[in-house]
């Protein structure tokens, strides 16, 4: 099964070269009364489908991202990435919970949702929301973390640190991640990794060797790379397989 969806994700990046990409739109997601603003993309089929909430990185909307988002309906989701960062750069952890449980809400008024089969993915702050709130929040079936920080907490705005619910988790769970990760050294994930390994939770990491923090973009774009070109393949692949 894990071969047949490598080849369809690979598929799917094929398309966009032959530019039959899914266009999203921006649409507000109204959450403790304020509208976030946030970009969605869903393939032209009415019939249900998976569907994936994506969390950018502390750098914000990135049209990277938008395009991401794109190239995820044209491989099969409805995505939907919430701007979480609208109203506040840094907003506290139960903010960001709380926009992504409206996300959820927003997803579920769609007739073209299979709200049984839904992901959550998100990149360096997005990433951390990842591997926060996937233990937290049922509704996810499976989530992929890309260049996360698991133990980031302790603050007023950040209580907790992900490694604090490595109990709690249940759906399984991707890990990208590179060598070179400034900002979230790779023995941090390492350690995080031989936690849910001890804890016997259903996990993969992939390492890319000497790659930086935030290796899917360049200058906000979509980086022409081998690690970026892989770990999107992998994701794709990771959904394909875990969002029944």
Sequence with gaps: MLKHAMTMSALALSSLALGQAVKGADLDVTSG????????????SATPKAAVILLHSFNGLEQGYRDLVDEMAAAGYVTLALGWQTFEKGPSDATVKALVEDGLKTLAA???????????TGFCAGGRYTMLLLPQMKAFKSGVAWYGFPDSGGTATQPQAPNAFIDQLSA?????HGTRDQPSPIAGIYSYAQKLDA????FKLT???GEPHSFLLKDGKIADTYASRDARREMLAYFSDTLK
Excluded: C, T, W
């Excluded at 769609?110 to 959550?120: E, I, P, T, W, Y």
């Excluded at 399984?172 to 990208?176: A, D, E, G, S």
């Excluded at 804890?199 to 259903?202: D, Q, S």
């Design 33 to 44: 009364g304020k509208a976030y603003r946030s970009y969605l993309a869903a393939p032209a």
């Design 110 to 120: 769609r007739g073209d949702v299979n709200m049984n089969a839904v992901g959550l």
């Design 172 to 176: 399984p769970l991707l890990i990208l």
């Design 207 to 209: 390492v890319y060797q």
């Design 199 to 202: 804890a016997n939770k259903n």
